[in-house]
């Protein structure tokens, strides 16, 4: 009994404990870890999104630049830090659902060694072609698939791009040849000279390539249309219906945070992504603001853990 009552006595202690850490959180400055280079899309996300956070919290959010080994390195290092509500990361769909697959000895267990707060944004790519190609359409272009053989530019397999290059040929059923790049930035430039047929290409940067007529947008892979191109179907709306490849970014604690901390951060996010300021910011970049609860966080990860896991098994993509 004695045993009992002492066990009952200290769970009693930690939750009174944390409840009133939760009462006077934050006290001091918070610390955001991005785990990519400093001036990056996902650095400029984690940036605008720090900015406001800090302004309703009313303490300052430090961001932090932990790059390496594709956002590996940053992320990990949430995975270790005190769950205390002082330190956030930025997580996008690389780093908690294509590492896993991608690692030969992950460092961190993206559903155990975290808890998500809210999802900020998502970003579709565009299906861009080479003027030549004699396709105007996803059915056009699957046709032609069929007639000769035909390639995407990618900036390697362990890619996002990549990744919707090969789930798109294996939800058509097609067969479509990558060709890998250092980085990115010249594979678009490569289906402008017609060196490759096509890309799955992030939006901004290809916005004046498709104005110009230097390649032809013929479907984005979010779930619904951009706005920035909206008169350009979904993959999913032109015949190849549940195809959907998006860069989503997202807020989430080391395990263990308080639930009080946890939920003021998501009230707080969401707040900020109905913020019209906000939302033009994170536009600009290409990112749609996605509030949400963090419950639907959790669901999209697992989701996608599962989906991406199954592409990069049967693309034949070996952990490194």
Request: charged fraction near 15%; aromatic fraction near 4%.
């Amino acid at each position: 009994m004695r045993r009992i009552a002492l066990a009952l006595f200290v769970t009693l202690a930690a939750v009174h404990a944390a409840a009133a850490q939760s009462a006077t959180w934050p006290s001091r400055p918070i610390h955001l870890i991005v785990p990519f280079p400093a001036g990056s899309s996902s650095d400029i996300v984690a940036r605008i999104v720090a900015q406001k956070l800090g302004e309703r919290l009313g303490q300052q959010l430090v961001v932090e630049n932990r790059p390496g080994a594709s956002g590996n390195l940053g992320t990990e290092a949430v995975a270790h830090a005190a769950a205390d509500g002082y330190t956030l990361g930025l997580a996008n769909t690389s780093t908690h659902t294509l590492s896993p697959s991608l690692m030969a000895k992950p460092t961190y267990d993206p559903v155990k060694d975290f808890v998500p707060i809210s999802m900020i944004g998502a970003s579709p790519f565009v299906l861009a072609l080479y003027p030549d190609v004699p396709a105007k359409s996803v059915q056009e272009l699957i046709a032609l698939s069929k007639t000769k053989p035909l390639t995407f530019a990618s900036a390697g397999p362990a890619t996002l791009a990549n990744l919707a290059g090969v789930l798109f040929a294996k939800t058509a059923q097609i067969e479509l040849t990558p060709v890998s790049y250092r980085g990115s930035g010249q594979e678009i430039l490569d289906v402008v000279a017609g060196r490759v047929d096509m890309a799955f290409a992030t939006i901004p940067p290809t916005l004046p390539l498709i104005r110009d007529g230097k390649v032809r947008a013929v479907a984005v892979t979010g779930p619904r249309r951009s706005p920035t191109l909206a008169d350009v179907p979904t993959v999913a709306e032109s015949g190849l219906p549940g195809y959907e490849s998006v860069l989503w970014q997202a807020l989430y604690a080391p395990a263990g945070t308080p639930a009080a901390i946890v939920t003021r951060l998501n009230t707080e996010v969401n707040a900020i992504l109905h913020d019209s300021a906000a939302v033009d910011a994170l536009a600009k970049l290409g990112v749609e603001a996605q509030p949400g609860t963090a419950q639907q966080l959790a669901d999209r990860i697992s989701a996608d853990l599962k989906k991406w896991h199954d592409v990069i098994v049967s693309a034949g993509i070996q952990p490194q």
